[in-house]
């Protein structure tokens, strides 16, 4: 079993920027897999980024890269998502997830445990 709690998120304009943060539970959180993804209203849930369990690989969407950068502190049990130069697009329900399996990286049903999302608004 795993626990997943984020935080940061908020209202920011847009170019500013935001870190969200992942605090994990249960399970030794070194090894597995984090990913981050998101879900606008009326939209589906889609990939941000991901790391690998020791950090040393990590996988961007390529609506953010260059402008988004996840980490992880395997010491704090944490994973984070630094969001820069954000955009009015980049507003949705952010979460964090946990993938035992490291597959499909990139895939809603390859993730098994989840947060329960915090809300980022980027207005222009």
């Known amino acids: 079993q795993v626990q997943l709690v984020e935080s940061g998120g908020g209202l920011v304009q847009s170019g500013g920027s935001l870190r969200l943060s992942c605090a994990a539970s249960g399970r030794t959180f070194s090894t597995y897999r984090m990913g981050w993804f998101r879900q606008a209203p009326g939209k589906d849930r889609e990939f941000v980024a991901t790391?690998?369990?020791?950090?040393?690989?990590?996988y961007y969407a390529d609506s953010v890269k260059g402008r988004f950068t996840i980490s992880r502190d395997n010491a704090k049990n944490t994973v984070y998502l630094q969001m820069n130069s954000l955009k009015p697009e980049d507003t949705a329900v952010y979460y964090c997830?946990?993938?035992?399996?490291?597959?499909?990286?990139?895939?809603?049903?390859?993730?098994?445990?989840w947060g329960q999302g915090t809300q980022v608004t980027v207005s222009s």
């Open positions: 790391i690998s369990w020791s950090g040393g690989s990590t």
């Open positions: 997830a946990a993938d035992f399996t490291s597959k499909r990286i990139t895939q809603v049903s390859e993730y098994d445990y």
